[in-house]
């Protein structure tokens, strides 16, 4: 997976890569993940978010990922940000990706 370029060049687009992984042990006081919301500035437009991945695969924004805003957040959570609709299993499971 390529590294995050918080500080491009001039022309070049800035990259954040991340993972996800569970660490449960299989409890009954502890839940897969459905879903998860990366918290991004509220400033950023969906035209400005471009070559989403996860797990190596590509997805379109409004697709299993959508850009929830502080006017229109993730119903689950309430929270604003990048939303991420894959779930990750809690014993050991993962998503990784980069935008």
């Not at 001039?10 to 993940?33: H, I, M, S, W």
């Not at 996860?54 to 959570?77: K, S, Y």
């Not at 309430?78 to 499971?93: H, M, P, Q, T």
């Amino acid at each position: 997976m390529p590294a995050s370029n918080l500080f491009p060049d001039p022309g070049d687009n800035q990259r954040f890569c991340y993972k996800v992984t569970g660490v449960g042990e299989g409890g009954p006081q502890e839940a897969d993940l459905s879903h998860f919301v990366l918290g991004i500035c509220d400033q950023i437009t969906k035209d400005q978010i471009v070559n989403i991945t996860v797990n190596g695969v590509p997805q379109v924004l409004n697709g299993d990922v959508e850009l929830r805003t502080p006017q229109n957040p993730d119903p689950t959570t309430g929270c604003a940000g990048l939303k991420f609709d894959f779930e990750v299993n809690k014993e050991g499971g993962a998503a990784y990706g980069l935008f």
